[in-house]
């Protein structure tokens, strides 16, 4: 596992941002796959929730904390490899969430996808998810770790330089 991304770039498009980062984990691709999908791992690194791992059906996740809930409808599952979502509800904007899981050797390759609309504040949505990821390496590792503060400030500068240089 490497809390160090593969990849990280963060884009202003016509219509929005578009966020990508991919991580290298030492599991397999089906251990991923349940810490995505799978309600008692999902609040591990994530919030109370489940997603319904198959196309149609519904990814409910409750970030009580911050009061954005996730109410939406799963348009792609293909385990252990895509699924996608998106991060909000019915009532707001789209925010489409892609997971990539692909097989390197014993472990995987991680990449989370999310594109959000012009008025999002990207810098913050995009560090708060990788801090999240963070989250998620550490629970893939038997590790439970608070949200990391720290991580979620330093990404969230770096995202706001990438967006202004």
């Known amino acids: 596992m490497s809390s160090t991304p593969e990849e990280f770039h963060i884009e202003r498009g016509a219509d929005g941002y578009e966020f990508r980062v991919v991580y290298l984990v030492d599991q397999t691709p089906q251990t991923v796959w349940s810490m ?4 008692d791992k999902l609040c591990e690194w ?3 929730g489940h997603v319904e791992a198959h196309t149609g059906g519904r990814a409910c996740i409750d970030f009580q904390d ?7 409808i799963v348009s792609v599952a293909e385990p252990p490899r ?15 969430l ?3 899981i692909d097989p390197v050797g014993d472990g995987a390759r991680l990449a989370l996808n999310l594109q959000l609309p012009a008025d999002e504040d ?3 949505a995009c560090a708060g998810w990788d801090a999240h990821l963070q989250m998620l390496l550490a629970s893939l590792e038997g590790v439970s ?5 720290d991580h979620f400030l330093a990404v969230r500068d770096r ?3 990438d967006l202004s240089g």
């Open 46 to 48: 994530l919030a109370p």
């Open 36 to 39: 995505l999908t799978e309600a």
């Open 82 to 96: 895509l699924l996608a979502y998106s991060w909000g509800d019915a009532n707001g904007p789209e925010r489409p």
């Open 98 to 100: 892609r997971w990539e």
């Open 66 to 72: 911050s009061g954005i809930p996730i109410d939406s």
């Open 159 to 161: 995202c706001r330089a």
């Open 122 to 124: 990207a810098a913050k």
């Open 145 to 149: 770790i608070h949200f990391p503060v």
